[in-house]
């Protein structure tokens, strides 16, 4: 290696962007070379120094929680754009489904008479099995948001039940 | 990209991107402000993140542009006392809390660099960012921002050696 092309790899070196073949070569050079390695040394000396003038870390803790706040994850996960109608439209299509099928529902209450249970599914006919299940399935679809979405759905199904009923 | 991920990765970049942005002339407030903001938009925008380049790169390059927006529109309200150039004034709170002499002279010499080889220093130095990665950011092939690399250390040798011989 001549002295020029160590001149060349030392601050490579410095920056940590030699293989081992290259440093392993400089390092036998600047061991044959004063020159070389009195450069090698006041460069290696003004790295550490630029190194040590690095500010002192901010009030990471605090920093954090400002992001934490900020990043909140969404309503809804985010799909590819052709599904990310998928979920309002299961949704949909389960109320419908729930409004289609009610009056059947509704005799269901009534042979098993009619009374209002302590759980809210039965008052929109569904037995506790059938809500525990459906509410189980759009969790496992949708997570947890998908279940407060799916729960607002029953709830405005009761209340308009209800106001039927009344 | 999910939040935990994010996380992470925030924790991994975070001490880099923060002394880069001193370095670019910053005080810590505004550095620390710059910062939160290149972690804010890079969440709300990670869907557009495509991994042509690494996270650290795209980063650094949303950083660098809320910097230069912050820089002109400092040029078109100007309060006073504001270096046009964006450099780290007589001011600079980092300088001032440095002790010794030779580090002040280290931080003169960096602000004497003309501008692209200040940015590759600080980039190499404070960001810690490979030659390919330099060259994404600062929009350049990777055979020049080495070469604006070498040419500031070499020449911050220089201003530093002339310091001293004085």
């Known amino acids: ?166 | 990209m999910d939040r935990k991920s994010f996380s992470q990765l925030v924790r991994r970049y975070r001490g880099p991107l923060f002394s880069f942005l001193v370095h670019l002339g910053n005080d810590e407030e505004e550095a620390a402000d710059l910062m939160q903001g290149a972690f804010l938009r890079a969440w709300e925008r990670r869907e557009t993140f495509r991994g042509e380049s690494t996270f650290k790169t795209w980063l650094f390059e949303i950083a660098l542009n809320l910097w230069r927006n912050r820089l002109r529109e400092e040029r078109r309200h100007p309060e006073g006392g504001d270096d046009p150039e964006g450099l780290p004034s007589s001011s600079d709170p980092l300088a001032d809390t440095l002790a010794s002499e030779r580090r002040e002279i280290l931080l003169e010499g960096i602000r004497r660099l003309p501008e692209r080889q200040r940015m590759a220093l600080i980039l190499k130095v404070y960001g810690e960012l490979k030659y390919t990665e330099m060259a994404e950011v600062m929009k350049c092939s990777v055979g020049a921002a080495k070469a604006h690399f070498h040419h500031a250390f070499y020449q911050l040798k220089k201003i530093v050696e002339e310091r001293d011989e004085m």
């Open chain 1, 1 to 166: 290696m001549r002295c020029e092309d160590a001149q060349r790899l030392i601050p490579d070196m410095m920056a940590g962007e030699l293989s081992f073949r290259e440093r392993l070569s400089l390092k036998g050079h600047l061991w044959r070379c004063p020159s070389c390695r009195r450069q090698y040394e006041g460069m290696k000396g003004l790295w550490r120094e630029l190194k040590a003038l690095s500010p002192k870390a901010p009030p990471w803790g605090e920093i954090d929680e400002w992001l934490k706040e900020r990043i909140k994850p969404p309503m809804f996960p985010s799909f590819p754009l052709p599904w990310r109608w998928a979920v309002p439209a299961a949704i949909a299509l389960a109320a419908l489904l729930m409004v289609v099928t009610l009056p059947q529902r509704m005799k269901v209450v009534k042979v098993s008479g009619g009374v209002k249970e302590e759980s809210a599914y039965s008052l929109t006919s569904f037995s506790r099995e059938e809500g525990e299940e459906i509410e189980e399935t759009l969790l496992d679809l949708y997570g947890e948001y998908g279940r407060v979405e799916g729960m607002g759905i029953w709830e405005e199904l009761i209340s308009e039940w209800e106001t039927e009923t009344a």
